[in-house]
C-alpha cells in the first residue's frame, strides 16, 4: 500500500520522495523470506509436492532534501527473480513413441539501482526514477524418450544463457485533498513505459545417446546480440485518511506482458498481468506509555491474475497480509514487520499450485543532518 500513501517515502511512487523532511535523511533497508508448496496432479490424478526456501534482500535506500521543494533519493531493488526444478513422466501411445521424460530448470533474476527525484509542495508533487536494471537468466530442459529401438534413451538438451542490462525511467504523480481538520483524500499514479534491454544470448540445443557415445549438435549460438522489449505498466492509487488515526485505501496495476518481446519474437502464453490490492492502517501513537498502543497495525490483501497462461486457463494468485510497525523512541524511525500467505495456481484446474508464507523485515532510520547545533 506504499502508493496510496500521502505521508510515507516509498521507491514504488517517486513523487513521495518529497514527503522528507527537509531536514533530515532516511535510511532504509528490507529482507524477507518465503516457503512455497508447490503441488500438482500425475497421471493418475495423484497429488505430488515439493517445498522450497529462499531468502532475499527486499531493498536498501537513501533518500534526502537539495531544497525544501526538491527531494532525492537512491538505491537497490530486486525487479525479478527465477528458480524452478520441474520433472514430468508420461506415455505416449501415438506413433509408439512410449515413455518420455521431462526435465526443466531455471534460475537467474533481474536487479536495478536506481536515482530518483521530487518536486512539488506537500499536496501535490511529482517524481520520477532513473534505473539502470541487470541480470541473468539460465534455463534448460531434457527430454528422454526412453523407449527407443536400440533400446538406449534418446535424449533432446537445450540450454539458453541470457544476460541483459539497460537503462529505463518510471514516474509518478501524488496529490492530497483536505477534507476537513481530521480528514483527507490521496491519490496516487505511477507510469513506467516500454523499454529496451539489451541482450547477449548463448545457446546450445543437443541430441545424444550417452550410453554409445552418440552426441549431435542441433542448433547452437554463442554471444548473440539483441535486446528484450520490456512491458509498460500503469498503477493507480486512491486513500481515505483521518489524519493520526487510521487510513484506508486501494491500489490497481497492470502490466501489458503482451507487448514483451525477446530478440523480436513474442513469447507464448503470455497475457497482461492485472493486480488489486486493499489495505488498511491503524496507526500508533508514539507518546503512549502502552507500548501496544504505539505500534501501527496494518492488514492487507491482494487478488490478480499473473502474466502466464496455463493450459489456455488464467493463473490466479491471492493472498492476505498482516504487519505492524514499531516506532525507535525519540525519533522517526521504525521497525516493520509483516507475515503473508497466499496462493498462486489452481491444482483442480490443471495447474501447479503455489501455497506460500512470506515474512519482511524492515528498518527505517531517520536523522537530522542538516541542523546547526546551538552548543558545541
Given at each position: 500500500m506504499g502508493l496510496v500513501s500521502v505521508s510515507d517515502l516509498t521507491i514504488k511512487n517517486p513523487a513521495s520522495y518529497i514527503n522528507l523532511d527537509s531536514l533530515m535523511v532516511n535510511f532504509e533497508v528490507s529482507m524477507y523470506g518465503l516457503y512455497s508448496k508447490l503441488s500438482e496432479k500425475n497421471l493418475d490424478e495423484e497429488i505430488v509436492t515439493a517445498n522450497t526456501n529462499s531468502a532475499s534482500l527486499g531493498h536498501i535506500s537513501f533518500a534526502f532534501p537539495i531544497t525544501p521543494w526538491l527531494k532525492s533519493c537512491f538505491g537497490l531493488t530486486p525487479h525479478s527473480n527465477m528458480g524452478y526444478n520441474v520433472f514430468r513422466t508420461q506415455t505416449t501411445d501415438s506413433n509408439n513413441i512410449g515413455s518420455e521424460w521431462l526435465n526443466n530448470q531455471g534460475q537467474g533474476g533481474l536487479n536495478q539501482v536506481f536515482l530518483g527525484f521530487a518536486v512539488g509542495t506537500s499536496r501535490i508533487s511529482a517524481g520520477a526514477n532513473i534505473n539502470y536494471q541487470f541480470g541473468s537468466f539460465v534455463r534448460?530442459?531434457?527430454?528422454?524418450?526412453?523407449?527407443?529401438?536400440?533400446?538406449?534413451?534418446?535424449?533432446?538438451?537445450?540450454?539458453?544463457?541470457?544476460?541483459?542490462?539497460?537503462?529505463?525511467?518510471?514516474?509518478?504523480?501524488?496529490?492530497?485533498?483536505?477534507?476537513?481538520?481530521?480528514?483527507?483524500?490521496?491519490?496516487?499514479?505511477?507510469?513506467?513505459?516500454?523499454?529496451?534491454?539489451?541482450?547477449?544470448?548463448?545457446?546450445?540445443?543437443?541430441?545424444?545417446?550417452?550410453?554409445?557415445?552418440?552426441?549431435?549438435?542441433?542448433?547452437?549460438?554463442?554471444?548473440?546480440?539483441?535486446?528484450?522489449?520490456?512491458?509498460?505498466m500503469y498503477t493507480f492509487g486512491l486513500s481515505f485518511e483521518r489524519l493520526n488515526r487510521w487510513v484506508v485505501g486501494a491500489e490497481y496495476s497492470i502490466v501489458n506482458f503482451k507487448?514483451?518481446?525477446?530478440?523480436?519474437?513474442?513469447?507464448?502464453?503470455?497475457?497482461?498481468?492485472?493486480?488489486?490490492?486493499?489495505?488498511?492502517?491503524?496507526?500508533?501513537?508514539?507518546?503512549?506509555?502502552?507500548?501496544?498502543?504505539?505500534?501501527?497495525?496494518?492488514?492487507?490483501?491482494?487478488?490478480?491474475?499473473?502474466?502466464?497462461?496455463?493450459?489456455?486457463?488464467?493463473?490466479?494468485?491471492?493472498?492476505?497480509?498482516?504487519?505492524?510497525?514499531?516506532?525507535?523512541?525519540?525519533?522517526?524511525?521504525?521497525?516493520?514487520?509483516?507475515?503473508?500467505?497466499?496462493?498462486?495456481?489452481?491444482?483442480?484446474?490443471?495447474?501447479?499450485?503455489?501455497?506460500?508464507?512470506?515474512?519482511?523485515?524492515?528498518?527505517?532510520?531517520?536523522?537530522?543532518?542538516?541542523?546547526?547545533?546551538?552548543?558545541?
Open positions: 534448460n530442459a531434457q527430454l528422454l524418450f526412453l523407449d527407443t529401438v536400440l533400446h538406449v534413451p534418446l535424449t533432446t538438451e537445450l540450454s539458453k544463457f541470457l544476460e541483459v542490462a539497460g537503462f529505463f525511467v518510471d514516474f509518478g504523480v501524488r496529490y492530497r485533498q483536505p477534507l476537513s481538520n481530521r480528514y483527507q483524500l490521496g491519490f496516487g499514479v505511477t507510469y513506467t513505459p516500454k523499454y529496451s534491454l539489451n541482450a547477449t544470448r548463448n545457446q546450445l540445443e543437443l541430441s545424444t545417446m550417452r550410453e554409445i557415445n552418440i552426441i549431435d549438435t542441433i542448433y547452437a549460438t554463442n554471444a548473440q546480440k539483441g535486446t528484450l522489449q520490456m512491458p509498460d507487448n514483451y518481446r525477446e530478440y523480436g519474437h513474442a513469447e507464448q502464453n503470455l497475457s497482461n498481468a492485472q493486480m488489486f490490492r486493499l489495505g488498511m492502517e491503524l496507526k500508533g501513537r508514539r507518546l503512549n506509555n502502552n507500548f501496544m498502543n504505539r505500534l501501527s497495525y496494518r492488514f492487507g490483501y491482494h487478488y490478480g491474475r499473473s502474466h502466464v497462461d496455463f493450459h489456455d486457463s488464467e493463473l490466479t494468485q491471492y493472498g492476505v497480509s498482516f504487519g505492524f510497525g514499531m516506532p525507535v523512541r525519540r525519533s522517526q524511525s521504525r521497525v516493520d514487520f509483516a507475515i503473508e500467505f497466499g496462493r498462486k495456481g489452481n491444482i483442480n484446474s490443471g495447474q501447479i499450485q503455489d501455497n506460500y508464507g512470506r515474512i519482511i523485515i524492515g528498518i527505517s532510520a531517520f536523522d537530522r543532518w542538516f541542523m546547526r547545533p546551538k552548543f558545541d
